[in-house]
């Protein structure tokens, strides 16, 4: 059973943004919220996360700088704004939900992700 739902995903050109965003259930409206994202022939790995309250977020390394999460509770999405991609960022990225606030894969409940490429 599919609890959230991604999109935003698509094609574009290195140094171009995507904005990625997750519809998210009622019931997560106090859950962290996380994004993550697997390449071909790699495992998943995480990107960022946030806090129920968007009081908190942590960053992979390698986006710090160009990517921001954000969560609007109102509306009950989650985003992820991406600025200046590169090649290596190409992946499907999921959008996740967990009851505790944290930056492992451990979280319990997935989208089904969204393909983004970027074209060097």
């Known amino acids: 059973q599919v609890e959230l739902v991604e999109s935003g995903g698509g094609l574009v050109q290195a140094g171009g943004s995507l904005r990625l965003s997750c519809a998210v259930p009622e019931r997560f409206k106090r859950y962290a919220l996380g994004w993550f994202r697997q390449a071909p022939g790699k495992e998943r790995e995480f990107v960022a996360a946030?806090?129920?309250?968007?009081?908190?977020?942590s960053y992979k390394n390698s986006v710090r700088g160009r990517f921001a999460i954000s969560r609007d509770n109102a509306k009950r999405t989650v985003s992820l704004e991406m600025n200046s991609l590169k090649p290596e960022d190409t992946a499907v990225y999921y959008c996740a939900a967990n009851v505790i606030y944290t930056i492992s894969r451990e979280y319990d409940y997935w989208g089904q992700g969204t393909q983004v490429t970027v074209s060097s």
């Open positions: 946030i806090s129920w309250d968007g009081n908190t977020a």
